[in-house]
């Protein structure tokens, strides 16, 4: 045989060998290698390359991806049942045994220095006093006294009726005023109504607020409400709670936010939505905080770009008494309050503090707090009012 053909034969054989091999080699299942990598694989690891340079780029957050539906789906959490909370109306009557608890003691105390035998000096200033320590106002305090000594001068007599009705009279007179009572909740055209809770920490600002909303939910009315409060956590939550029991949608934003970017989506969303009212609830800032006062001011500033506000609406703790009076003022000129919603007045027999505010701020009270249940919320109406502190019951 030629050596070149048996030099040919032998170098097909190792190349036919060697090829062999390494075709057995790759067949074989072993460890992942990088020739095991699939295209879906390379593609999964190319987008996510893709997301993670646009989250560079963007600083958007990242969603998690979508994750394959599990095989038997859990029960869906049952939807809370909403409540059906009742109407506005006549509820300072249905409260009113509230009221007479509060301040019966008031009322009756002065019935009786009216009915006592003599009317000396002394009685007079006593009652002088007792309309002053239910904070009234010395102005107002001195007022009353002064036409009750006249009346009962003319009068003569002074059975308990007569003096009963005299009193009422003074009394009514103090506190019902020109101004307006209604709560602005009727929306415009298409546009809802907008109403600004304002007030200083705990005077109960969120829970007038989910109250509020409760009552016109219970006058028929479609509410949206507005977080505003991104100081406090719980105010948020506690606002979601109040409104998912009526159905109420409620604009939040995560704690720190903005609250006049709150404010401004809460408008847009009940525009969106064709409600009624939006309710916006602030967050509680002292007075005397002048940073703060200007960022309500801002709140409210930036709102009326997208809606004019209706109602500002400050919440007074009645048992404050006189500071009450200096908060009005100070919010007052901030932003134009036009009505005050006068919390807690099942807790307290200075009821008198209405005939105050009303004179120095010039802003009547619309609303009362009878309690923390959440229907004890009333529009105020001054002849139940004193109706209630001068019964017998
Ligand atoms: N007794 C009584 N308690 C009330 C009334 N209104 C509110 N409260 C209570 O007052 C407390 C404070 O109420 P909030 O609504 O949290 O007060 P807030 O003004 O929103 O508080 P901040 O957000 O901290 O400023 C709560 O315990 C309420 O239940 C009322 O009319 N009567």
Do not use: C, Y
Request: without cysteine.
């Amino acid at each position: 045989m030629d050596i070149t053909l048996l030099a040919a034969i032998v170098i097909a054989v190792v190349l036919l060998t060697v090829v062999g091999f390494f075709l057995v080699r790759t067949q074989r299942p072993g460890k992942p290698g990088k020739e095991e990598t699939t295209p879906e694989a390379t593609g999964e690891a190319a987008g996510a390359t893709a997301v993670e340079d646009r989250e560079r780029d963007t600083g958007t957050v990242r969603t998690p991806p979508a994750q394959a539906p599990p095989a038997t789906r859990p029960a869906e959490p049952a939807e809370p049942e909403l409540e059906s909370p009742p109407p506005s109306a006549g509820r300072m009557v249905r409260l009113r045994a509230r009221l007479a608890r509060s301040q019966s003691s008031f009322g009756q105390g002065l019935l009786n220095l009216l009915s006592s035998d003599s009317l000396d000096e002394d009685a007079w200033e006593e009652i002088e006093d007792t309309l002053i320590t239910a904070d009234i106002g010395v102005t107002s305090a001195s007022q009353i006294v002064e036409s009750l000594r006249t009346r009962v001068k003319v009068l003569g007599t002074r059975g308990p009726d007569e003096v009963r009705t005299l009193l009422r009279e003074e009394l009514l007179a103090q506190i019902t005023t020109a101004a307006d009572r209604t709560v602005h909740t009727e929306p415009h055209g298409d546009r809802p109504a907008v109403i600004m809770v304002v007030g200083v920490n705990g005077t109960g600002k969120t829970t007038t607020t989910g109250k509020l909303a409760r009552a016109l939910v219970g006058d028929g009315r479609s509410v949206v409400l507005g977080a505003a409060d991104t100081f406090r956590a719980a105010a948020s939550e506690q606002l979601q709670t109040w409104g998912g029991r009526v159905g109420a949608p409620v604009v939040t934003k995560e704690e720190g936010s903005d609250p006049a970017s709150v404010a401004f989506d809460a408008v847009s969303r009940g525009i969106e939505d064709g409600a009624d009212t939006v309710i916006i609830d602030t967050a509680g800032r002292l007075h005397t905080k002048t940073g703060l006062m200007d960022e309500l001011g801002k709140v409210k500033r930036v709102v009326e770009k997208k809606s004019q506000v209706d109602e500002v609406l400050l919440v007074l703790d009645a048992t404050t008494g006189q500071n009450g009076l200096r908060q009005a003022r100070v919010f007052g000129e901030v932003v134009n309050v036009t009505g005050i919603a006068l919390t807690k007045l099942d807790g307290t027999a200075k009821g008198g503090i209405i005939v105050q505010v009303q004179r120095e701020l010039g802003v009547p009270v619309k609303l009362v707090g009878l309690g923390e249940g959440p229907d004890d919320l009333a529009p105020f109406d001054p002849e139940v009012f004193v109706d209630t502190i001068l019964s017998e019951d």
